[in-house]
């Protein structure tokens, strides 16, 4: 699975920042027929052409309100097809039988907002569009691939890869490690250079259920009903967007009425149990959190470090304690639900003692003072954290207790969650290496590829982790047709990662949603709140 941390859906749970909560609540605030909710971060762009990842899928929240993907998951978690009427195979022929050949066919009678068709044409262009290297994409896996694209006519489009990419299929303009939409070309084609485009802040003309009205940056974002969605109009007819980092003010706002729905943290439910209009609901997701190490600082390239903080670190504690139980223990990067999970695979189990029998032998042994040193110097690491993490913040404190009875000294250092997940040209924390350990929330694909963390070169290797092993089995798994094959090959990566330890599992996260009982059709997936926006109505309140 790729790592989008993605993608979606994320730890947004508790923030430390104190922020006034807007005013008017209730009724007075609510527009007619509107949905209000909130962005845990404003947007850097509303072109989903440039889809940052962050730890909330900011960007893909709204992306999906204005835009179809190939192919989506609905709220059990099956595959649908969406902007094609039906998702290749080899049985139906659109899959060829050496998977390098895949037939789209879109769906007919899908208008753009403006009244024009989405056609083969508006596939190709922005495929051309990822490709380009003057338009600063994120991320290019799997579409660099492609080694040829053709329209066969206006409603279907061929796609010819260099070799064979099982993620292909339920990728391409799908969930991905950084998901793609198609685009209109008419609108963007006269907008060059895309880099700085009008529609990458006003993206007006979608194949959605709504359409972009504005956006305050900062402030809020507003989306109307597309009444050319290929679906129908939706009931609801505005959608009201507040950016409000805290989880605490957005806490207040839903329980006074100014919000419709939000993600809250396990420890959050209490407070909102005796609210009558409030519903709940949990949902398995594809968010995987860990502590990601960063193997180019010493001591942390030995991994007799490495696996004394597995072994220092009360994981077991962490999920009971602070997700109460919610956000089960997990020891490998594929969520739970995905059928290349291996539960067989262990990182080192918690066992202080152990911890500082490794410590000690890899010559890191408590100084007066009681922190570890060696040749002089002391055992010290920055540990990063975002503060709009409730869930972050507090596993930030546990860590920082249960190393300091270690000896090991633990600077903790918070970053907002744009700042980290930023390219290394802009100072991402991540990016550029600026931590010893950071709290990371890895929102995985459809697909259980996770070469895209694993692997020597992929985007979101924070750990800077090398395995030539893992790379040729990651390389293996990407061409192997066969499911329990690659299932086999994914379970070989996991024990030869967990051995590694580059990165800490914590827990595999099942989200809970808090949600006015007015609102129906709320029915979020793995990897989205707003997936299914179209079908959210609104009733009269009692």
């Known amino acids: 699975m790729r790592g989008w941390p993605v993608f979606l859906i994320i730890l947004l749970l508790v923030g430390g920042c104190s922020h006034a909560v807007p005013s008017g609540s209730g009724a007075a605030a609510r527009a007619a027929g509107s949905v209000r909710f909130d962005l845990a971060a404003d947007p850097a762009n509303l072109n989903p052409l440039f889809l940052h990842q962050d730890s909330t899928s900011v960007e893909q929240q709204v992306a999906r309100l204005a835009f ?136 007006s003309v979608g194949d959605g259920p ?76 594809a968010v995987v959190a860990g502590l990601v190490l960063n193997l180019s600082h010493g001591p942390l390239d030995d991994v007799r470090v490495r696996r004394a903080l597995a072994m220092a670190i009360d994981r077991g504690g962490i999920s009971k304690k602070i997700t109460l139980g919610r956000y089960p223990v997990t020891n490998v990067i594929q969520p739970q639900f995905s059928w290349a999970y291996d539960p067989s695979v262990k990182e080192p189990q918690y066992d202080p003692n152990a911890a500082d029998a490794l410590l000690d032998a890899a010559g890191w042994r408590r100084g007066a003072s009681g922190t570890r040193e060696k040749n002089g110097k002391p055992l010290s690491l920055v540990y990063v954290q975002f503060p709009e993490s409730m869930t972050g913040v507090r596993v930030a404190t546990a860590v920082q207790a249960e190393l300091r009875a270690r000896g090991i000294a633990v600077e903790v250092k918070s970053v907002s969650n744009a700042q980290l997940f930023l390219p290394s040209s802009r100072g991402g924390t991540l990016a550029s290496g600026q931590f010893d350990m950071a709290y990371v929330p890895f929102t995985m694909g459809s697909d259980p590829d996770d070469s895209s963390v694993l692997a020597s070169s992929g985007p979101s290797n924070y750990m800077r982790y090398r395995n030539a092993q893992v790379d040729a089995l990651e390389k293996r798994a990407l061409a192997e047709p066969s499911q329990p094959a690659r299932r086999k090959i994914y379970s070989r990566i996991a024990r030869i990662v967990a051995s590694d330890v580059p990165i800490i599992y914590l827990f595999n996260a099942d989200y809970l949603y808090a949600y006015r009982r007015q609102l129906s059709g709320f029915r979020p997936n793995a990897f989205l709140p707003t997936w299914n926006a179209a079908q959210w109505s609104m009733r009269a309140a009692p």
């Open 68 to 203: 179809e993907p190939f192919i989506d998951l609905d709220a059990g978690g099956r595959i649908v097809p969406v902007l094609i009427s039906r998702i290749p195979s080899t049985a139906n022929g659109d899959l060829s039988s050496d998977g390098r050949t895949i037939t789209y066919r879109l769906r007919p009678h899908v208008l753009w907002s403006d009244g024009m068709p989405v056609t083969a044409a508006d596939v190709i262009w922005t495929l051309h569009a990822i490709l380009d290297p003057n338009n600063p994409v994120p991320s290019h896996e799997g579409y660099d691939l492609i080694d040829r694209a053709y329209a066969k006519d206006p409603r279907t489009v061929v796609f010819h890869l260099r070799h064979a990419w099982a993620p292909a299929v339920t990728t391409f303009f799908s969930y991905g490690f950084r998901p793609q939409f198609v685009l209109p070309k008419h609108v963007l084609a006269a907008q060059a250079p895309l880099a700085q485009a009008a529609f990458n802040a006003a993206p």
């Open 210 to 285: 709504y359409t972009f009205v504005s956006w305050q940056r900062g402030e809020s974002l507003l989306y109307r009903a597309n009444p050319r969605y290929w679906r129908g109009a939706p009931k609801i007819a505005r959608l009201d967007i507040r950016v409000i980092p805290d989880p605490q003010t957005n806490l207040v706002m839903l329980r006074s009425g100014q919000l419709d729905w939000n993600l809250i943290a396990p420890v959050q439910q209490a407070t909102l149990a005796g609210a009558r209009d409030i519903g709940f609901e949990a949902v398995p997701t």
